[in-house]
């Protein structure tokens, strides 16, 4: 097994003091992981937590197969109020470490802040992201998303670069966005190579240093629905990283929930070296919830003709609290398929090669 405790020492600053001096939890930056891998034809699997019964789940695949994880939350999911499912970038944070500590989980990991949103170049839309960003760097998030991709391109940049004036002197990782993730069929456009090398060169020219470039390369994000299948386009997506990859950015894929492992296989040869995962763990937990609680869920939705995940939020201590035998189920599906995913992200062993590498 590899020793993990010689990387405790490069976590970054504000995350140490939120860990007991004790703590062994090996909460690294998203910059420091991907920089010794990103040469690996690997992907780092990110998963939206949106209920905290999944964390065990995940934490025993990547034991199991020694590979790095990421955990995620987007601005919608929580916020200062909580999002959507009711959990504030402090209550993500603890719930993590919780699990962490209580498992004695010791491979490197990180925190993400996915999908910061900036919908329009308002005042009052940038400073939502900025006053997030911070509460979020106070929280102990390792990593963080900028996602002005809804502006025209001058602004993404102008944005991009103003937002992330937050984090310098933090030791953090960094994502951005080009080209709105969103079907072709609802409005969507997929980015070009041109969009994405302006876009790049444009922040790196203000002094921005982003790890990973998100785009919209055909994927949705939630469950596809009847009739549609994913249409992602890789051959796209690696012209974009070979365009990219000298200056140091690497693709990160959203919307891969519902896409095939075989497809999910082929991923890394096109240059993605982080894979979200989000709606394929709300699914899971969706299966395995008692009874009464799910036709509860379901009542709600039809009555407020909201979709399922609007009812995280109103029924997260419900969720919390079902039977252990029901957590259990949620622990063991969320581990199978993990799994599938971390093996099809050529994944394993992944933990180990950080620390041999940055253990040096």
Request: include cysteine.
């Amino acid at each position: 097994m590899a020793n993990f405790e010689k990387l405790l020492d490069l976590r970054p600053e504000h995350v140490k003091g939120k860990l007991s001096s004790a703590s062994k939890v090996c909460l690294l930056s998203s910059r420091d992981i991907i920089k010794v891998l990103r040469q690996d034809p690997v992907i780092i699997m990110a998963c939206n937590a949106r209920m905290k019964n999944i964390i065990p789940g995940l934490l025993r695949a990547a034991a199991e197969l020694d590979a790095v994880l990421g955990f995620e939350l987007a601005k919608s999911e929580s916020d200062l109020s909580g999002g959507y499912t009711g959990i504030t970038p402090k209550g993500h944070f603890e719930a993590i470490i919780e699990y962490a500590e209580k498992l004695d989980y010791r491979q490197p990991f990180f925190i993400h802040a996915d999908h910061t949103t900036v919908k329009d170049a308002s005042t009052e839309a940038i400073e939502s992201a900025r006053e997030l960003n911070k509460a979020q760097l106070e929280a102990g998030y390792t990593s963080f998303s900028i996602d002005a991709s809804f502006n025209e391109l001058e602004n993404n940049i102008r944005i991009s670069v103003d937002l992330a004036k937050e984090f310098e002197g933090y030791n953090v990782g960094l994502e951005v966005e080009v080209g709105e993730i969103k079907l072709i069929k609802d409005g969507g456009a997929l980015t070009t190579v041109e969009e994405a090398t302006e876009f790049i060169d444009g922040v790196m020219a203000a002094g921005l240093k982003p790890n990973f470039l998100a785009t919209n390369n055909g994927s949705k994000h939630g469950n596809y629905k009847p009739g549609e299948e994913p249409h992602i386009d890789l051959e796209r997506t690696g012209k974009i990283w070979e365009a990219i990859r000298d200056k140091g950015v690497d693709i990160a894929q959203h919307g891969i929930t519902g896409t095939p492992l075989n497809m999910v296989g082929q991923f890394a040869d096109y240059g993605i070296r982080k894979g979200n995962v989000a709606t394929q763990w709300q699914n899971i937990v969706h299966e395995h919830l008692p009874a009464d609680l799910s036709k509860a869920i379901k009542d709600w939705c039809e009555k407020e003709d909201k979709n399922i995940k609007m009812a995280t939020k109103p029924f997260k201590k419900d969720i919390e609290s079902i039977p252990e035998e029901n957590k259990k189920a949620i622990e063991d599906h969320v581990y199978r398929v993990a799994k599938e995913f971390i093996e099809a992200f050529r994944a394993v062993g992944t933990a180990t090669k950080v620390a041999e590498r940055l253990g040096n």
